[in-house]
């Protein structure tokens, strides 16, 4: 029980410390363009957006069978929105 005193201590302590942190300046407009060229994917950095992903597993079957390729399944466990 006392570990999950000073658990919560800690929480209060680290949120009474984040409240008081100083706010960030908002970015000058001289910089926006280089700073969104600089944090937005490059074409190279995006191929998988050229694959050609089936939604249906079933549908993709039939079509790799049908072609003589494989399967790549990309999968992922839990909610989409990453609310386990």
Known sequence: ?????CLCAAFVCLAWMV???PASEPIPDS????LRVL???RPD???WL???????L????????????PILLWEM???????T
Request: with cysteine.
């Open 1 to 5: 029980m006392n570990g999950h005193r």
């Open 19 to 21: 409240s008081w942190a």
């Open 31 to 34: 910089q926006f363009e280089h």
């Open 39 to 41: 944090i937005k994917p």
């Open 45 to 47: 950095e995006q191929k």
């Open 50 to 56: 050229q694959v050609p992903w089936q939604s249906s």
């Open 58 to 69: 079933w549908e993709a079957r039939k079509k790799a069978a049908a072609e003589g390729k």
């Open 77 to 83: 466990d839990g909610n989409p929105l990453g609310c």
